[in-house]
């Protein structure tokens, strides 16, 4: 199954409160849920203006639609192709 870098754009997501990154989650889990198992969050990076996600999904268009439903902005959707590390060099 294909692995999806998600770049969303929020002014202030560094700032952001423990308590409001946990409503964040239990939204993008609930729409995740309704949509089914073949698209799954991995794991989101927070920076001070964006959050970079990381989704497991068939499509880019399965990854857009769980934004549009939960509300989250996309602003940039890219397959991940390739992976490496330090072992990578070995």
């Avoid at 946990?22 to 969050?41: D, E, H, R, Y």
């Avoid at 927070?46 to 497991?56: A, Q």
């Avoid at 639609?65 to 509300?71: C, D, R, T, V, Y």
């Amino acid at each position: 199954m294909p692995k999806f870098v998600i770049e969303r754009e929020i002014p202030g997501a560094g700032k952001l409160t423990a308590e409001q990154l946990n409503g964040i989650s239990k939204t993008s889990c609930s729409v995740l849920k309704s949509m089914g198992p073949q698209i799954q969050w991995v794991q989101s990076f927070v920076t001070d203006d964006k959050v970079y996600c990381v989704y497991i999904a068939p499509d880019e268009a399965s990854v857009r639609e769980h934004a549009a439903l939960g509300g989250f902005p996309a602003n940039s959707v890219a397959q991940v192709r390739s992976v490496i590390d330090p072992t990578t060099a070995e």
